[in-house]
């Protein structure tokens, strides 16, 4: 497996609304399912607020060091909209008003005879250079510089736009991943859980627990880019589960003390 | 009002299923809520894999900008659970199977009949010199060193450990929200509220867009720590909302032609 072409992305989703509590963020997952599909290991998330040195650092660190960068939030007409000036300056150009999109919106607004005010402007301005992010759903275009993917916070634009970008992306080998329910918690199989990751270096085979409220139960789920290793390790972990069960059952027999074992 | 009384806080969700969409993350909403209702600032929050570097290196970047990190997930008993080591390496200080901790879980477990192995002793590590956050739903303890509070990734116990947390902070004076709903999207707002912020520089005036399938209405939101500040904020946010709608009803009056007006 040719490891060396596996794309990496992060993601930096902009906006007060996300760390006050008041928004309930839905474009992380939405991005990191799409990832996953797109075989594009996603390797880290940042949340920051509506604050100029705040986007620009933690865009100056991602975009160095991922091969994609994506974001979410701030691309409106409104003041607290100043994500297009930060990117700007993260990447050090002007921030302009877009001649193409302020075609494309202007004549939007012309269509439905709104005015096009100083404020819905606002929303065609991105660093010199950009190229645009089609947007179905309400013009305003998101934008690309560099590694940078530029995105509307509002969950049905985000999307579509996203949607958009992965189409223009050279996709990886897809990850693999086998799910193994389990109906016992990470305590009773840590042990051979950790000696099967051992035996089987080539995959990541993660345990989720799951607390229904009384007892708590595990996801098993082994993942791979290499279809064989991912059989061969849920082999075995199958096989713990199986064993584990049996084990537990004949512990339960015991403990009745049936007629054939007393 | 004395601003430098203000506490800064940072999350870190640790886990490799919040970036594969695998699991979508429910403890930075519910951490942002908390946040607010307690007055501290929410600044930033990162997303990283089961990754001993990764975890170290944001870690020590959050641990040294803001007064308190919050971390979730990585503290179970399996192999993927390297969350107390990679605080320890932060720290620079050893990770041990902390008396205290081994001592209630194998108790738990005694009262349990279930055997104390080795991976449920994993649940035991910190790094030495921590404090506990106790764990009310499973026992196995969060742990505290520094400013950093480590808790666990499964909602109902990163839930009961952070609200207890909280209760150990001194909280600051919670910031005062003014929620006032606009039939209007961004477009048609954008200049005026951004004169309104100016003329209010101590609130910060949040616009929140939602789109409804066909088209945008507005959530604006005044926030400060200072009631009169907000209240005032609030008012002329609201004078702007009745004139824009009181311009509309006479823009669709001329245009219907009405007698009186013809």
Chains 1, 2 share one sequence.
Do not use: W
């Not at 992060?10 to 939405?30: C, H, P, Q």
């Not at 004549?107 to 005015?115: L, N, Q, T």
């Not at 061969?232 to 059952?249: C, D, I, Q, S, Y």
Request: aromatic share 4%; charged share 20%; glycine share 8%.
């Amino acid at each position: 497996m040719n490891t060396s072409s596996i794309k990496t992305a992060a993601m930096l989703a902009i906006g007060d609304e996300l760390l006050s509590g008041r928004t309930k963020d839905k474009n992380i997952g939405y991005l990191a399912d799409l990832m996953t599909v797109a075989g594009i290991d996603l390797k880290e998330v940042r949340i920051v607020a509506d604050e100029e040195d705040a986007i620009v650092e933690a865009l100056n660190a991602l975009r160095s060091r991922y091969d994609y960068v994506f974001t979410s939030g701030g691309i409106g007409p409104t003041h607290d909209d100043i994500t297009a000036d930060a990117v700007a300056k993260a990447f050090g150009v002007a921030c302009i008003h877009d001649p193409e999109a302020m075609e494309l919106l202007a004549a939007m607004y012309a269509r439905r005879g709104i005015e096009f005010t100083e404020a819905r402007q606002r929303m065609a301005r991105m660093p010199e250079g950009s190229r645009h992010i089609p947007n179905p759903v309400s013009t305003a275009p998101g934008f690309i510089i560099g590694n940078v993917h530029v995105m509307a916070g509002v969950p049905q634009v985000f999307q579509a736009m996203i949607s958009h970008v992965v189409g223009l992306l050279p996709t990886g080998a897809q990850v693999i991943t086998r799910s193994i329910t389990c109906p016992f918690g990470e305590g009773d199989i840590g042990t051979m859980l950790a000696a099967i990751q051992k035996a089987h270096p080539e995959t990541s085979i993660g345990s989720y627990p799951h607390f229904d409220g009384t007892r708590f139960s595990t996801e098993l789920l082994v993942r791979s880019r290499d279809l064989q290793a991912v059989s061969l390790a849920a082999e075995a972990v199958e096989a713990m589960v199986a064993e584990l069960a049996a084990e537990k059952e004949r512990v339960v027999m015991r403990d009745q003390g049936t007629g054939e074992l007393a």
